[in-house]
């Protein structure tokens, strides 16, 4: 019997990776890295619970991208009901954590509103699916209340930023399956109108960072104090920026939260606009490379899924650098593979690991 060589016995494993997928976010990952040591500079045990995240991701990353489109498929109506059910449990008994009511104990403390970033667009692709060729109003109406249901449930803990994340992902399988430009535009003028009831729906803490976000000066060491910082860091850098651990903003903790949804601030302060200009060319490649995924996938399902799964991307970067430099209100947006955080990179894993599922398995039908 031959014996094979270490590259033959790993090769099948690394195979499972979509290359250029697997390269853009290992250049995200690596960037993200040296960033948050320097962030986290004076947080022991920071960097290692990073790095131990994002070994976390690429392990989901690995175990999903073994899994057909097939059974992601069948998993869509269970793991969505099972997201509602949890979410009405927050609603009914959930544990209350700094004013909001986002988490529940099941015998572990979970917190399922992150279960419905995955979920939404699962269950939205699938009912398309199931109803290939069938794309009438009704159709649309359905899907539109499978994703206010979850939406709203998420809304009331109150938690805007993740309401915001699944009202994206599954608008993204809603628009792809072929929503009308005219509905589109009717509902746009509809949410218009009902901005004052919305506004009068919002908390206080909401109403008050979209105040902030339209003049922070007026309460520039409370709620002004984030968005401040962090436009003066991200304007400190200049073209070059001051250098890796010499960002002062950052390491005179002037920016707050400046390992999670704060640290495009100090990538910006040390790395300047050319670091900015790479990060953003990341960003896009990875957006391209998912939008290549989708359009040469198998079945209507897949094509839903990963269309909505890399727009899911581009809503979370666009979003996070739009609060960070006070172009929109802080909703406490991770910037994906870069913020610190175990559920955001899990959820993140995930999804970058469908993708690599609806390319190889393509591959494999081809073959």
Do not use: C
């Amino acid at each position: 019997m031959e014996k094979r060589s270490p590259l033959q016995i790993i090769k099948p494993y690394v195979a499972v990776f979509d290359g250029p997928l697997m390269v853009i976010v290992g250049l995200i990952l690596l960037t993200s890295s040296v960033t948050l040591y320097s962030a986290g500079i004076d947080f022991p045990g920071r960097i290692e619970d990073h790095l131990r995240n994002i070994l976390i991701s690429l392990l989901m990353m690995w175990i999903t991208a073994l899994v057909p489109p097939q059974k992601l498929m069948r998993l869509a109506v269970p793991l969505y009901v099972l997201g509602i059910v949890l979410l009405v449990a927050v609603a009914a008994f959930g544990l209350i954590r700094n004013g909001a009511r986002r988490w529940v104990d099941i015998g572990v403390v979970i917190q399922p509103s992150e279960i419905m970033k995955i979920a939404m667009p699962l269950m939205l692709a699938w009912f398309f699916q199931k109803r290939e060729g069938l794309t009438r109003w009704r159709e649309f109406v359905i899907a539109g209340l499978l994703l206010l249901v979850p939406v709203a449930l998420i809304m009331r803990q109150p938690d805007l930023g993740t309401a915001l994340l699944v009202l994206a992902a599954g608008f993204y399988v809603i628009f792809f399956a072929g929503l009308s430009w005219k509905i589109m535009v009717a509902g746009l003028i509809t949410v218009l109108a009902s901005l004052p009831i919305a506004w009068n729906m919002l908390h206080d803490y909401q109403r008050g960072r979209v105040m902030t976000l339209i003049d922070p000066t007026t309460d520039p060491l409370g709620k002004g104090f984030h968005i401040i910082q962090s436009t003066i860091a991200i304007g400190s850098g200049g073209l070059t920026g001051k250098g890796w651990l010499h960002g002062t903003q950052a390491h005179l903790e002037f920016i707050p939260e400046r390992t999670t949804d704060f640290i495009f601030a100090v990538y910006s302060e040390e790395f300047g606009l050319i670091g900015n200009l790479v990060l953003l060319a990341l960003y896009l490649l990875l957006i391209i490379r998912g939008m290549m995924i989708a359009a040469g996938a198998a079945t209507l399902f897949s094509r839903l899924l990963a269309g909505a799964l890399t727009m899911m991307f581009f809503t979370y970067a666009f979003v996070n650098m739009g609060m960070v430099s006070g172009i929109l209100p802080v909703v406490g947006v991770p910037l994906p593979f870069f913020s610190y955080g175990g559920t955001a990179f899990v959820t993140l894993g995930l999804g970058v690991g469908m993708l690599m599922s609806i390319q190889r398995h393509r591959k494999l039908i081809q073959s």
